[in-house]
């Protein structure tokens, strides 16, 4: 355990480690924002220690962004643009069943493989011989509307909350935060089940869901960062020229804490996605015959126990794409934003 | 001291009853109660009456909340299932020790390759061991278990046939007559819940990785450290005399609350391996709209976790020094 940050010297800690239990989302993926949070700490301490330094070649890479950052930007550019239009591509229907008494040659097919009509079926066919490349990019728009829609609301909400209690602190805070305690208290996949089983089955039920979930996460990282930035000189000096708290918040607090909560952004979106993922997996998500990745998932489980792994391999590999080029997304944010790595 | 053990102690008494009376709340709103459950489509609305005040149903929310919580406490009592008649507690009991089970299990696997990990590549900060397992923790923790679950699957299962696809056969049998078949109903559980284990395991072990080896190399350059190895200690003495414990405080803590939500995470791994525990419990309740069961398994689940990390908070202030002295102090 690193000695606790000196800028937090003002700000009470239950414990070092205290908002590491807010940080649970739905997969077990989002440990890592517990770390995220700390090194949060560290840019919000090292940014002082940071001026002068003579700008070395390390700190010279750390300015761009990389190839890989944006091979991954581009992966879910791409992915999302299919996504967007899949309606206008020329895609088979992804719900189509083939009929007549060649149906069964029809199904499970390995990509790259013809049907009986001698058309080519790219990602191959699932179990009812359904088109798999369209049926995975229908399911990737559920996937990556849903993540993205849960992450921009609950970003909205948790972080109007977190800033508001971070900076007035008091009865405010200690009401708003037993809110979050509250969600915190059910297991994140176990209160989106709960929360879609009553509301019923669809994307945006599920985003309401997931949106819930994030909330008081979002909600308390936002508020530590607060609390962390209201002990700086600048609010300080702002207020003393007369700044309203609104003005305090919105001009000095929002533009310093969002750029500390911008790496922890793809993260989250991909622990929704993921969320989404297991929701649909469960069969708690969107209607059959609708596509969705988890659904694919589920209904390719007997199919892999035959050996035929690509039924179920398909939408695992576009999961996978878009998880861990979040993930990198994320991690690339993260360092480019610290400016001076303290743990090495 | 004992103002932050109070305080603590009012805050968990005031979550879990807001816990409870939200998950009596939440699941009284699932559409299709009780009545619809019992009835299936043959009920006259003299029936529905009858079976509405045989659950109470046609009382104010308050007084069935009252009720609900005075079986529970008092007699433990968490109605039945609609669908078969079996009381939720005699099912609780017979799947909490199965998912309990499964979580530690996993929970063994995960801290054991953690460490190993974690102190392997502290050894060497950005040396070959360290950029390798950090690929690896790296792709662990994006990787979600039901995704995994199905590439240890086509591996174990399907190419080379080692163990079974489905768990359904295990079964926690703690009062059997003697050791030897003690023995083997654990031996096979532990074969049995292996692939579940891993794949509940595999996120985690990434972040205890990471977290030990963060705080290694941050304890590695204290002066005490480098006073060691002045004196010529050897580098093995050093790391498991000397930097390894003050640097497993974090790694305690996140494990502890990693009890609990491994305790949520169980319910998709018990799904994709067939697993007769709380979480298939929980979606098979969903599925049939079997509401009191579900309401039994949310309670359950969610007092386990709020006390788990009550504990894990108390425990963590007890054990670091720094945190004990600044509260006497304080």
Redesign the interface.
């Known amino acids: 355990m690193p000695p606790p940050d000196e800028t937090f010297s003002g700000a009470p800690e239950p414990s070092p480690l205290g908002d590491r239990d807010a940080l649970m989302g739905v997969n077990n993926l989002a440990a890592e924002v517990g770390m995220i949070e700390d090194d949060h700490a560290r840019i919000i301490g090292s940014e002082l220690a940071a001026e002068g330094d003579p700008e070395s070649a390390v700190a010279l890479a750390k300015r761009r962004l990389g190839v890989v950052f944006w091979i991954a930007t581009g992966i879910i550019g791409v992915l999302a643009l299919l996504a967007v239009f899949a309606d206008v591509l020329p895609l088979a229907n992804p719900n189509e069943q083939p009929r007549g008494a060649n149906a069964r040659l029809e199904q499970s097919l390995p990509p790259f493989s013809y049907r009986v009509d001698g058309s080519l079926t790219v990602l191959g066919t699932d179990s009812l011989g359904r088109d798999q490349l369209s049926r995975v990019i229908y399911g990737s728009r559920v996937a990556l509307g849903v993540g993205f829609a849960a992450v921009l609301i609950g970003t909205l909400i948790g972080g109007a909350i977190g800033l508001t209690s971070g900076y007035f602190r008091r009865g405010y805070d200690t009401v708003t935060m037993a809110g979050m305690d509250v969600l915190l208290a059910f297991p994140a996949l176990l209160l989106a089940l709960v929360i879609v089983a009553i509301r019923g089955k669809g994307p945006v039920n599920s985003t309401i869901a997931l949106t819930v979930v994030a909330i008081p996460t979002i909600a308390r990282l936002v508020r530590a960062n607060t609390m962390a930035f209201s002990q700086r000189e600048f609010v300080l000096a702002s207020r003393t020229l007369g700044a309203s708290h609104l003005r305090v918040i919105t001009k000095e607090l929002l533009p310093n804490v969002f750029l500390a909560l911008l790496p922890f952004i793809p993260l989250a979106i991909a622990v929704a996605i993921a969320a989404e993922g297991a929701l649909a997996y469960l069969g708690q998500s969107v209607e059959p015959p609708q596509a969705s990745l988890g659904g694919m998932i589920s209904q390719g489980q007997p199919q892999l126990e035959q050996g035929k792994w690509w039924v179920p391999g398909v939408p695992i590999v576009v999961l996978l794409a878009v998880l861990i080029s979040l993930n990198l997304i994320g991690d690339r944010l993260r360092e480019f934003f610290t400016i001076k790595d303290s743990a090495l | 001291m004992l103002l932050f053990l109070l305080k603590k102690v009012l805050?968990l008494v005031?979550?879990l009853l807001?816990?409870s009376f939200?998950t009596f709340l939440?699941?009284d709103?699932?559409?299709g109660d009780v009545v619809d459950v019992r009835c299936g489509l043959g009920c006259t609305p003299e029936q529905r009456d009858e079976l509405r005040v045989e659950y109470g149903l046609d009382q104010p929310i308050p007084v069935q909340y009252g009720k609900w919580l005075q079986n529970l406490v008092v007699d433990r009592d968490l109605g039945a299932s609609g669908v078969n008649g079996v009381p939720v507690s005699e099912s609780l009991g017979d799947k909490l020790p199965v998912t309990l089970f499964l979580v530690v299990y996993s929970q063994v696997i995960a801290l054991g390759i953690g460490l190993l990990l974690g102190t392997a590549s502290a050894r060497k900060?950005?040396g070959r061991i360290d950029r390798i397992s950090s690929v690896i923790a790296?792709?662990a923790?994006?990787?979600?278990?039901?995704?995994f679950a199905?590439i240890v699957?086509?591996l174990f299962?399907?190419?080379f046939p080692i163990f079974k696809?489905t768990a359904t056969d295990v079964n926690i049998e703690v009062l059997l007559p003697d050791v030897g078949a003690q023995l083997s109903n654990f031996g096979s559980n532990l074969y049995l819940l292996l692939l579940p284990a891993i794949c509940l395991a595999l996120?985690?072990l990434a972040?205890y990785a990471?977290?030990l080896r963060?705080?290694l190399?941050?304890t590695l350059q204290e002066d005490y450290v480098t006073m060691a190895r002045a004196k010529g200690l050897p580098a093995r003495q050093i790391m498991w005399r000397h930097a390894f414990r003050?640097?497993t405080?974090?790694l305690a803590?996140?494990a502890g609350?990693?009890m609990?939500?491994?305790?949520?995470?169980t319910?998709?791994v018990e799904?994709?391996f067939a697993i007769n525990g709380m979480g298939l419990y929980?979606?098979q309740s969903?599925?049939q709209r079997d509401s009191i069961p579900?309401q039994g398994a949310?309670l359950v689940?969610?007092t386990a976790?709020?006390l788990i990390?009550f504990t894990?908070?108390l425990l963590?202030?007890f054990l670091?020094p720094r945190?004990r002295d600044a509260r006497a102090t304080a």
């Open positions: 805050q005031f979550v807001v816990v939200l939440m699941l709103q699932l559409e900060p950005a790296g792709l923790i994006s990787i979600p278990n039901y995704v199905f699957i086509l299962a399907v190419t696809v996120a985690e972040v990471r977290l963060n705080d190399i941050a003050p640097s405080f974090s803590t996140v609350i990693n609990g939500r491994l305790i949520g995470g319910i998709i799904a994709i929980v979606v969903i599925n579900l949310v689940i969610a976790y709020v990390n894990v908070d963590y202030a670091d945190i």
